[in-house]
């Protein structure tokens, strides 16, 4: 396998990579009433001393009352959790590695297993998180204005903290998804709307409170997906037309980065072509994509937290679309969190020591 490609140095306004490799944002829960410990800071170091390119944080909640249903999922808001976070980028600094935070509101949510619920019910466009399921209340004008504002604070903190860029969760049936969806926005107002285009203002008016935070200079990335939790199969985006129509505001609003998500990175997004998402929307917008979806492992991560292990897989298909130019850079999520060195491992050609993957690496920080 020739990996080189992967190990080209990527550069975008305030970020500058050693390497196309990016660490998914993946929700570990191991920072008490939401402040990241010395363990979580070790954690990312490690990740970073492992030549990681770009490290995105598990999503980390912005500053609204019910923006979260784990007690223990970071914030980033408040004194005591953004200490913990200037002590976790300090340490991926001092790693020589580079990283953002992934900001986020859950939005409609069901109940957390541990009984936990925040002091304020959920909320979301219309109360729903999936069709026929009511489980918070419809935001206001007031509520909405308020959480861009908590957005835009979030990307200001994170600037002032020492991070290279941020990334906005919009994705996985989140609270930003659950306005682009229909089956979750059912508003009649402005930010509703019976298209997808009409469904982005939402997340076009998150996206220009961040850029105003944050400057020009400052690389914005955003997370998104066609399926849902719900429902794997659903697509947002069902054409090109529509693909286009949805990102482009995106972008002219101030993204920088496409962060695609999908199941398996090397399925079509539409048919023919093989092009996957992350192909198509570098294609429609002009953005740098990322691609991400069961890379470097057998199966996909869904089945990965049913208790399905994964073996190490080849990363040749992965190589000759990247060659190709369908994407820019490259997110690797169940790898790096059995293995702090899977890509110091991959750039010096010791496929030999790669590990599988097996659920119990979702219970500890290594």
């Given at each position: 396998?020739n990996?080189?490609?992967?190990f080209r140095p990527?550069?975008?306004?305030?970020l500058?990579?050693?390497?196309r490799v990016?660490?998914a944002?993946?929700?570990?829960?191991f920072?008490p009433?939401g402040?990241p410990?010395d363990?979580?800071?070790?954690?990312y170091g490690k990740?970073?001393q492992g030549?990681?390119?770009l490290i995105?944080?598990?999503?980390?909640v912005?500053?609204r009352?019910?923006s979260s249903?784990?007690?223990?999922v970071?914030?980033f808001y408040?004194?005591?959790?953004?200490?913990g976070?200037?002590n976790?980028?300090n340490?991926?600094?001092d790693a020589?590695g580079?990283?953002?935070?992934?900001?986020?509101h859950?939005?409609i949510?069901?109940?957390?297993?541990s009984?936990w619920?925040p002091s304020?019910?959920?909320e979301g466009?219309s109360?729903l998180n999936?069709?026929g399921?009511?489980?918070g209340?419809?935001m206001?004008?007031?509520d909405?204005?308020?959480?861009?504002a908590a957005f835009?604070?979030?990307?200001a903190?994170?600037?002032?903290?020492?991070?290279e860029?941020v990334?906005?969760?919009?994705?996985?049936?989140y609270?930003i998804?659950?306005?682009?969806?229909?089956?979750?926005?059912?508003?009649?107002?402005?930010?509703?709307?019976?298209t997808l285009a009409e469904?982005?203002?939402f997340?076009?008016e998150v996206?220009r409170?961040i850029?105003r935070q944050?400057?020009d200079?400052f690389?914005l990335?955003i997370?998104?997906?066609q399926f849902?939790p719900?429902?794997?199969?659903?697509?947002?985006?069902?054409?090109p037309?529509e693909m286009e129509?949805w990102l482009?505001?995106l972008a002219?609003?101030?993204?920088d980065?496409?962060?695609?998500?999908?199941?398996?990175f090397?399925?079509?997004?539409?048919?023919?072509s093989?092009l996957n998402?992350?192909?198509?929307a570098?294609?429609?917008?002009?953005?740098?994509?990322i691609?991400?979806?069961?890379?470097?492992l057998?199966g996909?991560?869904?089945a990965a937290?049913?208790?399905?292990s994964?073996q190490?897989s080849?990363?040749?298909e992965?190589?000759r679309?990247?060659?190709?130019g369908?994407f820019?850079l490259?997110?690797?999520g169940?790898?790096?969190?059995?293995?702090?060195?899977?890509?110091q491992?991959?750039?010096?050609?010791r496929t030999?020591?790669l590990k599988?993957?097996?659920?119990?690496?979702l219970?500890?920080l290594?």
């Amino acid at each position: 396998m020739n990996s080189e490609i992967l190990f080209r140095p990527f550069r975008l306004k305030s970020l500058n990579m050693k390497n196309r490799v990016v660490m998914a944002p993946m929700t570990r829960s191991f920072s008490p009433n939401g402040v990241p410990t010395d363990d979580v800071a070790n954690y990312y170091g490690k990740r970073a001393q492992g030549e990681v390119g770009l490290i995105l944080s598990e999503g980390t909640v912005i500053d609204r009352v019910s923006s979260s249903n784990d007690q223990n999922v970071p914030h980033f808001y408040g004194e005591k959790a953004l200490a913990g976070w200037q002590n976790v980028i300090n340490k991926v600094h001092d790693a020589g590695g580079a990283m953002g935070p992934q900001i986020w509101h859950m939005g409609i949510m069901d109940n957390h297993h541990s009984g936990w619920v925040p002091s304020a019910p959920f909320e979301g466009p219309s109360g729903l998180n999936r069709p026929g399921f009511n489980n918070g209340n419809t935001m206001t004008d007031a509520d909405i204005a308020d959480t861009i504002a908590a957005f835009g604070r979030a990307a200001a903190d994170a600037k002032r903290l020492g991070f290279e860029t941020v990334e906005i969760h919009g994705a996985h049936g989140y609270l930003i998804d659950q306005f682009f969806w229909d089956a979750t926005n059912l508003r009649s107002d402005i930010y509703g709307g019976k298209t997808l285009a009409e469904r982005t203002r939402f997340a076009v008016e998150v996206i220009r409170e961040i850029r105003r935070q944050v400057g020009d200079d400052f690389a914005l990335i955003i997370r998104l997906s066609q399926f849902k939790p719900s429902a794997y199969t659903n697509k947002l985006a069902k054409t090109p037309q529509e693909m286009e129509a949805w990102l482009n505001p995106l972008a002219e609003a101030g993204i920088d980065i496409f962060h695609c998500s999908q199941r398996r990175f090397w399925e079509p997004e539409f048919e023919g072509s093989d092009l996957n998402f992350a192909g198509w929307a570098k294609k429609l917008t002009g953005k740098a994509t990322i691609t991400v979806g069961s890379i470097g492992l057998t199966g996909e991560f869904m089945a990965a937290f049913a208790g399905e292990s994964s073996q190490p897989s080849s990363l040749d298909e992965l190589v000759r679309r990247m060659d190709r130019g369908d994407f820019d850079l490259v997110a690797v999520g169940r790898p790096l969190l059995a293995d702090p060195f899977w890509v110091q491992k991959i750039h010096e050609q010791r496929t030999s020591e790669l590990k599988g993957f097996s659920v119990e690496a979702l219970s500890q920080l290594v």
